[in-house]
């Protein structure tokens, strides 16, 4: 699989077919589990990625790529205000990044993804909001650090269908602002065509 500067390809299978095992792979995520064996070349902007340690890997993650899951309230931590989140995402590229720049810089992530009050998600923690609103939270972390590729696992299935439509359009239109390459995984043909 090989992915260029901007482009957008999909990964399409039924259930269980592996789709969000190759999106960890690319992560590094699976080959952190004790019983993982793999085996094979995986090249990321020229590297191959299974010659890196786990140390030399981990800030690829969040930086040069980052992943959008399936079920945003399982990614988003209930305990924790959006805004602290988007601040966490933000220091993966700026270790010192204040308070006050990361809220400006989420700001305009936030309303990049057509959220109307940004201020009161970013003080709202993930339960207190809808499934899309946490969606397009995930979306806006997800490309706040411009990276290189955008994995995105099924990224409206736990949408109803108006807003998984929204949500798609949202995504493409950011990707191709960032110029971002985009890995979509679905199971949907529809859906992939539609994105």
Known sequence: LEIASGERVALVGESGSGKSVTARLVLGLLQELRSARVSGKLLFEGTDLETLTPRARHPLRGRRMSMIFQDPTS????????????HEVLKRINRGIGRGEAEMRAIAALS???IEHPERVLHSYPFQLSGGMNQ??????????????????EP???LDVTVQAQTLELMRVLVEKHNT??????????VVREF
Not at 75 to 86: M, T
């Open 136 to 153: 397009r939270v995930m979306i806006a972390m997800a490309l706040a650090n411009e990276p290189a590729l955008l994995i995105a696992d």
């Open 181 to 190: 390459s985009v890995l979509f995984i679905s199971h949907n043909l529809g």
């Open 75 to 86: 990614s988003l931590n209930p305990v924790f205000r959006i805004g602290e989140q988007f």
């Open 112 to 114: 990049d993804v057509s």
């Open 156 to 158: 409206g299935t736990a």
